[in-house]
Nanobody, 123 residues
Framework: VQLQASGGGLVQAGGSLRLSCAAP????????VGWFRQVPGQEREFVAT????????NYAESVKGRFTISRDRAKNTVSLQMNSLKPEDTAVYYC?????????????????WGQGTQVTVSS
């Protein structure tokens, strides 16, 4: 399953971006979906995850209160609304499909990955 992440770009600190993750129809409808991010030379880190039906969400402490993950089951998409962006949010953002109905915070919970979208926040 190939996931398609989009919506990245360049934004000033304090601004907003909305990332989108699209999956082929009838795939991942029963799976959790997560967002991770990676800065060159650093480990990929967990950002947020949402359960198969959207009822459960979990966020990294660093983004709580600023980022919101949601999913549209009809369109088979998952979005990450990012507000109050900070320069330290600069990274390549990846969406990933979980092995189960609820994804965890570890990369090992996920077995389908998108190609990544660059988010750059200027100070």
């Amino acid at each position: 399953v190939q996931l398609q992440a989009s919506g990245g770009g360049l934004v000033q600190a304090g601004g907003s971006l909305r990332l989108s993750c699209a999956a082929p129809k009838r795939t991942l409808s029963n799976n959790g979906v997560g967002w991770f991010r990676q800065v060159p030379g650093q480990e990929r880190e967990f950002v947020a995850t949402i359960s198969w039906n959207g009822a459960l969400t979990n966020y990294a402490e660093s983004v709580k209160g600023r980022f919101t993950i949601s999913r549209d089951r009809a369109k088979n998409t998952v979005s990450l609304q990012m507000n109050s962006l900070k320069p330290e949010d600069t990274a390549v953002y990846y969406c990933a499909g979980a092995r189960a109905a609820v994804g965890g915070t570890s990369q090992s919970s996920y077995n389908y990955w998108g190609q990544g979208t660059q988010v750059t926040v200027s100070s």
